[in-house]
């Protein structure tokens, strides 16, 4: 990823030495206060030292507000200069730090895409874009309270941090570090109910984050799929008029995802990749593994972090845009929870939310553990909902895509973007700022049922609408409701065609070694956390042949590199 890190003192020329926590920097800055390093994909770094100049790093790909241009070196500085109060609403994913006379200052993205960690010790304060090399500084545990939603539910819903001693710095909050304080400025964006806006509007306003790169041409090569969202950025793409762009996807999607997109793209005489793995060798992939666990601290599972193993095949020069959280655009996040009634959330029953946005990982923890756990999950909800604007007054639909709006993007989109920073050149044009800040303006009658994204492929796109839709490996027709594609999902899984191969028991196999050592070693058998006796069941079961377990010993594996990279440190 595109990276940085760095140190401000307490005390003046008291600055350590700090290279070994980090690989070689692209560039990198000391006074008697400081110590500022960036690194990673220089097409993701923007940053100015010369002393008659404002200093400053920025990680990540910032957008101007009005979405016409990514923003460069200049652009930064002029923001910095005469409007730093909008320095944190740009579209696009970044984070940063200015260095000031006797001060520095970090920031970063509204919606949350890039986050900045910080520890303090005796000494000052670390910060750093990379949460495991945050570790490397001290002695760190996990905070099983704010880890708890992670592990339980479909995703964190604090945005704090799961280590305690560490603090999050993400959605749009801003910190001051000098000699004797830190200070937070948080900041909590939601979209406001301003007027209304056009079918016309939103579609010329998403066409122009997809087309970012056309002015240069750029370019742009699309992570198309089998499902609704990638094919309407497709529809887009295809009647812009742009030529300078192409079509990819992964060999780890299902294999109804590849026949439906490649048959597309044949048909349209689209360019078309087709990546798989790079990464062969069990020890890469243990390696990348641990890399990959470090810098996202569990948003994915060990066996689905391989897809982004795969975009090191795309060229770094590539603009790569994909139909990530689409689905706020069509009323379709937390379906469970709207189907349980709204009347839940206005009384704030947290036991029947909880259960309604439940998801199954890993039985790996003792019962003390889990019940710190549920507390925590407790006060993660309470908390979120007094933040929310009341249901009543804004609708329970779309309360509810405020919700994922505000604990998905920065709890699971963000590490995974961040992982991404390292290989290319991506954005998400579905979730930028100034688009999202158009979201209740969208009436929701029009998002629900998928008519607002069924409307964009009229007229010139409808030959697209032929083609079926892919979900969990089972096609169905374009026309299906939600309602009438989970019912038929229920009924079609069952004879669904299969991958040829069973990747996550070709993946845990390779594995097998370091996990049943890990299973007998004195370290697993005594982390206090863990359910030990559990373990070793399910483990030496799954390898003894009960496949059925294979997604718990491949949630064991994600949570035990995890636990080694902090014990390490």
Same mark, same amino acid.
Request: charged content about 20%; hydrophobic content about 40%; aromatic content about 14%.
């Given at each position: 990823?595109?990276?940085?890190?760095?140190?401000?003192?307490?005390?003046?020329?008291?600055?350590?030495?700090?290279?070994?926590?980090?690989?070689?920097?692209?560039?990198?800055?000391?006074?008697?206060?400081?110590?500022?390093?960036?690194?990673?994909?220089?097409?993701?770094?923007?940053?100015?030292?010369?002393?008659?100049?404002?200093?400053?790093?920025?990680?990540?790909?910032?957008?101007?507000?009005?979405?016409?241009?990514?923003?460069?070196?200049?652009?930064?500085?002029?923001?910095?200069?005469?409007?730093?109060?909008?320095?944190?609403?740009?579209?696009?994913?970044?984070?940063?730090?200015?260095?000031?006379?006797?001060?520095?200052?970090?920031?970063?993205?509204?919606?949350?895409?890039?986050?900045?960690?910080?520890?303090?010790?005796?000494?000052?304060?670390?910060?750093?874009?990379?949460?495991?090399?945050?570790?490397?500084?001290?002695?760190?545990?996990?905070?099983?309270?704010?880890?708890?939603?992670?592990?339980?539910?479909?995703?964190? !819903?604090?945005?704090?941090?799961?280590?305690?001693?560490?603090?999050?710095?993400?959605?749009?909050?801003?910190?001051?570090?000098?000699?004797?304080?830190?200070?937070?400025?948080?900041?909590?964006?939601?979209?406001?109910?301003?007027?209304?806006?056009?079918? &016309?509007?939103?579609?010329?306003?998403?066409?122009?984050?997809?087309?970012?790169?056309?002015?240069?041409?750029?370019?742009?090569?699309?992570?198309?799929?089998?499902?609704?969202?990638?094919?309407?950025?497709?529809?887009?793409?295809?009647?812009?008029?742009?030529?300078?762009?192409?079509?990819?996807?992964?060999?780890?999607?299902?294999?109804?995802?590849?026949?439906?997109?490649?048959?597309?793209?044949?048909?349209?005489?689209?360019?078309?990749?087709?990546?798989?793995?790079?990464?062969?060798?069990?020890?890469?992939?243990?390696?990348?593994?641990?890399?990959?666990?470090?810098?996202?601290?569990?948003?994915?599972?060990?066996?689905?972090?391989?897809?982004?193993?795969?975009?090191?095949?795309?060229?770094? =020069?590539?603009?790569?845009?994909?139909?990530?959280?689409?689905?706020?655009?069509?009323?379709?996040?937390?379906?469970?929870?709207?189907?349980?009634?709204?009347?839940?959330?206005?009384?704030?029953?947290?036991?029947?939310?909880?259960?309604?946005?439940?998801?199954?990982?890993?039985?790996?923890?003792?019962?003390?553990?889990?019940?710190?756990?549920?507390?925590?999950?407790?006060?993660?909800?309470?908390?979120?909902?007094?933040?929310?604007?009341?249901?009543?007054?804004? &609708?329970? &639909?779309?309360?509810?895509?405020?919700?994922?709006?505000?604990?998905?993007?920065?709890?699971?989109?963000?590490?995974?973007?961040?992982?991404?920073?390292?290989?290319?050149?991506?954005?998400?044009?579905?979730?930028?700022?100034?688009?999202?800040?158009?979201?209740?303006?969208? @009436?929701?009658?029009?998002?629900?049922?998928?008519?607002?994204?069924?409307?964009?492929?009229?007229?010139?796109?409808?030959?697209? !609408?032929?083609?079926?839709?892919?979900?969990?490996?089972? @096609?169905?027709?374009?026309?299906?409701?939600?309602?009438?594609?989970?019912?038929?999902?229920?009924?079609?899984?069952?004879?669904?065609?299969? =991958?040829?191969?069973?990747?996550?028991?070709?993946?845990?196999?390779?594995?097998?070694?370091?996990?049943?050592?890990?299973?007998?070693?004195?370290?697993?058998?005594?982390?206090?956390?863990?359910?030990?006796?559990?373990?070793?069941?399910?483990?030496?079961?799954?390898?003894? &042949?009960?496949?059925?377990?294979?997604?718990?010993?491949?949630?064991?594996?994600?949570?035990?590199?995890?636990?080694? !990279?902090?014990?390490?440190?």
């Amino acid at each position: 990823m595109s990276w940085l890190f760095g140190f401000f003192s307490k005390q003046p020329n008291n600055i350590p030495s700090l290279s070994e926590y980090h690989p070689k920097a692209v560039s990198s800055y000391r006074n008697s206060d400081c110590y500022v390093a960036v690194g990673g994909n220089e097409n993701l770094l923007n940053y100015q030292t010369a002393d008659n100049q404002v200093k400053f790093f920025i990680c990540g790909l910032g957008i101007s507000a009005d979405a016409d241009s990514f923003l460069c070196v200049k652009e930064w500085e002029k923001l910095l200069l005469t409007s730093s109060e909008n320095i944190t609403k740009q579209n696009g994913h970044y984070c940063g730090v200015q260095i000031n006379d006797d001060s520095i200052s970090l920031f970063t993205d509204p919606m949350g895409l890039r986050i900045i960690y910080i520890a303090e010790n005796n000494e000052g304060w670390f910060f750093s874009t990379r949460l495991d090399w945050i570790l490397k500084t001290g002695a760190f545990e996990i905070d099983f309270a704010s880890f708890s939603s992670r592990w339980l539910l479909f995703n964190q !819903i604090s945005t704090k941090s799961i280590v305690k001693n560490i603090i999050n710095l993400n959605c749009g909050s801003k910190a001051n570090i000098s000699k004797y304080k830190i200070e937070i400025k948080d900041s909590f964006w939601i979209p406001q109910k301003t007027k209304e806006i056009s079918l &016309g509007e939103f579609k010329h306003n998403l066409s122009k984050f997809i087309l970012l790169g056309a002015e240069q041409n750029r370019h742009i090569s699309l992570s198309l799929s089998g499902g609704l969202d990638s094919r309407v950025l497709l529809s887009l793409l295809i009647n812009s008029g742009y030529k300078n762009w192409d079509c990819h996807l992964f060999k780890s999607e299902s294999q109804m995802d590849n026949v439906i997109a490649a048959k597309i793209c044949n048909d349209h005489n689209i360019p078309f990749r087709l990546f798989s793995s790079v990464i062969q060798n069990e020890s890469d992939k243990l390696n990348y593994l641990f890399e990959y666990i470090g810098s996202t601290y569990i948003s994915e599972s060990a066996f689905t972090s391989q897809k982004l193993m795969q975009y090191s095949n795309l060229l770094q =020069d590539d603009l790569i845009i994909d139909g990530a959280f689409g689905e706020m655009w069509r009323r379709e996040f937390l379906t469970r929870l709207y189907w349980a009634g709204q009347q839940i959330v206005e009384e704030k029953k947290i036991a029947d939310i909880s259960n309604a946005i439940r998801c199954s990982r890993a039985n790996i923890f003792n019962q003390e553990t889990v019940d710190i756990m549920y507390a925590g999950i407790n006060n993660q909800l309470i908390d979120i909902i007094d933040l929310l604007p009341p249901v009543k007054e804004i &609708g329970f &639909g779309n309360w509810l895509d405020i919700f994922s709006l505000k604990t998905r993007l920065v709890n699971y989109m963000a590490p995974e973007q961040a992982t991404l920073d390292n290989f290319v050149t991506s954005y998400m044009p579905y979730i930028q700022f100034s688009l999202l800040n158009d979201l209740l303006n969208m @009436p929701l009658s029009l998002r629900k049922n998928h008519k607002l994204f069924n409307k964009l492929f009229y007229p010139q796109s409808v030959d697209l !609408i032929k083609y079926k839709l892919v979900k969990g490996n089972v @096609p169905y027709p374009f026309y299906f409701t939600p309602v009438m594609k989970r019912v038929y999902s229920m009924a079609y899984s069952k004879f669904a065609p299969k =991958d040829e191969n069973n990747g996550l028991d070709l993946f845990l196999e390779g594995m097998k070694e370091f996990i049943m050592d890990a299973v007998s070693s004195s370290a697993v058998k005594s982390y206090a956390s863990y359910n030990y006796q559990n373990i070793a069941d399910n483990v030496n079961s799954y390898y003894k &042949g009960d496949s059925a377990k294979g997604e718990y010993v491949n949630w064991f594996l994600t949570f035990e590199i995890f636990r080694q !990279i902090l014990q390490k440190n």
